[in-house]
């Protein structure tokens, strides 16, 4: 199993970083897309949809993406005028995510409600799934590096919470949910993504970079986001009855259980940033 986790992470790092440094932005663009297609498709099975209706779920995902390109093809940067554009976008996709995360999963895990097998469970799907989608594209038009930047942000979030947990572990943060995370892991990834975000500092807008207050509570909301997301898709695979949302990743689940955190996280930041320069 270990060797087989360590190939597949081999194999995804390759193929992330070929799409992300050498593909035009079209590319970028059709990459980001089959990654969301393949999350609709384990979303569906979230939904415990029947095998078609899933494969249906993740085509109406695919045509909404081509959708929004075809009407704002200066936002996802395929024409010139790309910021204006963007922050036009932006409004539409990452304003309602970010009020479905802050207010509403808190609500969602509190009460731990089904995912709706109906077109409201698809709605949500979209209100995860295609924010996270335009954060992907438009991020990645102020660099490659700075999109590196902002997902290590995550990354550093788990990996810190890890090992705060296994040092320093007392209390369970949701113990029906996700019994291995606890509180102190949770704080240890929060202040790890502060000092992370510090030192970033002078690389962000000076809106955020001249304002250390301001920077303070963004960084802490991403940290929050970011155990949201997780614990989000983790009480779903619990209801649904699944240990992963698929097994398209070998040794890995499946693309929900590698960006569940991303998914909640990358809007945010996306509209952070957008605000910080408009």
């Not at 991303?262 to 930041?269: D, F, G, M, W, Y």
Request: net charge positive.
């Amino acid at each position: 199993m270990f060797k087989t986790r360590v190939v597949t992470a081999v194999l995804l790092l390759l193929v992330f970083f070929f799409a992300l440094f050498e593909l035009p932005p079209l590319g970028w663009a059709i990459f980001s897309t089959l990654v969301v297609a393949i999350a609709a498709w384990e979303w569906g099975g979230l939904m415990r949809l029947a095998s078609l209706s899933r494969y249906l779920l993740a085509m109406v995902f695919v045509l909404v993406c081509a959708l929004v390109a075809y009407l704002e093809p200066s936002a996802l940067n395929l024409k010139s005028g790309f910021f204006e554009a963007a922050w036009r976008t932006a409004q539409w996709f990452y304003i309602p995510a970010a009020l479905f995360w802050l207010l509403g999963v808190p609500l969602w895990l509190k009460y731990r409600w089904p995912l709706p097998k109906s077109w409201l469970g698809g709605l949500l799907g979209m209100l995860l799934l295609l924010p996270a989608w335009l954060a992907l594209i438009q991020l990645k038009q102020f660099g490659a590096f700075g999109l590196i930047a902002v997902m290590a942000t995550v990354w550093l979030a788990d990996i810190a919470a890890y090992f705060f947990g296994h040092a320093f572990g007392r209390h369970k943060l949701a113990p029906n949910i996700s019994p291995g995370k606890t509180w102190e892991g949770a704080c240890g990834g929060v202040l790890a993504v502060v000092i992370y975000g510090f030192i970033l500092a002078p690389n962000l807008p000076e809106a955020l970079s001249s304002k250390p207050v301001v920077l303070l509570l963004a960084l802490i909301f991403v940290s929050v986001l970011s155990i949201l997301g997780d614990l989000f898709e983790s009480l779903l695979k619990r209801q649904a009855g699944l240990k992963d949302s698929s097994n398209v990743l070998p040794g890995h689940g499946g693309v929900l259980d590698r960006i569940d955190s991303l998914t909640s996280t990358l809007p945010l930041v996306a509209l952070i940033w957008f605000k910080a320069l408009n």
